[in-house]
């Protein structure tokens, strides 16, 4: 890695066609809260943040979307439902 980084500072171009990544399958957008979430209304937001962000990222690679998932769950580690 370091030889192709002096490579292409020397005016060398070392990226082949084959070595740009291919766009994205997926995007995933995972959070926690700091604390216990007993509202609607923050994920609400939150779920309306990160979904915003990910077509952000959709647009930017010119890509479409097939399918939306959106999962909540209470951490493994907290004690009680």
């Known amino acids: 890695m370091l030889e192709r980084t002096v490579r292409e500072l020397q005016g060398?171009?070392?990226?082949?066609?084959?070595d740009v990544p291919a766009p994205k399958k997926e995007i995933a957008y995972?959070?926690?809260?700091?604390?216990?979430v007993t509202h609607l209304e923050p994920q609400?937001?939150?779920v309306s943040e990160f979904a915003s962000r990910?077509?952000?990222?959709?647009?930017?690679?010119?890509?479409?979307?097939?399918?939306v998932l959106?999962?909540?769950?209470?951490?493994?580690?907290?004690?009680g439902p």
Do not use: D
């Open 54 to 67: 990910a077509a952000e990222k959709l647009r930017k690679q010119s890509s479409v979307v097939g399918q």
């Open 44 to 46: 609400i937001e939150a």
């Open 30 to 36: 995972t959070r926690s809260f700091g604390r216990p």
């Open 70 to 79: 959106v999962f909540v769950h209470t951490s493994p580690f907290r004690p």
């Open 12 to 18: 060398m171009p070392c990226v082949q066609l084959e």
